[in-house]
């Protein structure tokens, strides 16, 4: 006889299984249409120490702010508002 289920375990081995919420597009969510190049402190958040810009399946943002996020993040590199690689 099988024993009773716990709460917030599923039948499957007794594994447990969490409900990831979507993540929402923080520029849609603000109604932002333009990204400022110049505005480093919001650009570094999506910019790790190495450098690398942050893909969409991280940061979470829809393909049109990303698109538009990257050309910022270009310019600001070319204004050497922010590094090219990590320290």
């Known amino acids: 006889m099988a ?3 716990q709460q917030g375990q599923q039948d499957m081995g007794g594994r447990r299984y969490f409900y990831r ?12 249409d333009y990204i400022d190049f110049k505005d480093v402190s919001l650009l570094q958040s999506y910019v790790p120490e190495r450098g690398r810009i942050l893909p969409r399946r991280i940061t979470g943002t829809c393909a049109w702010h990303q698109r ?3 050309t910022a993040l270009k310019k600001a590199r070319v204004a050497a508002l922010i590094s090219y690689v990590g320290e």
Do not use: D, I, N
Not at 21 to 32: D, G, L, N, Q
């Open 3 to 5: 024993a009773p289920r």
């Open 68 to 70: 538009k996020l990257s």
């Open 21 to 32: 919420r979507k993540r929402v597009c923080r520029f849609c969510s603000e109604k932002m």
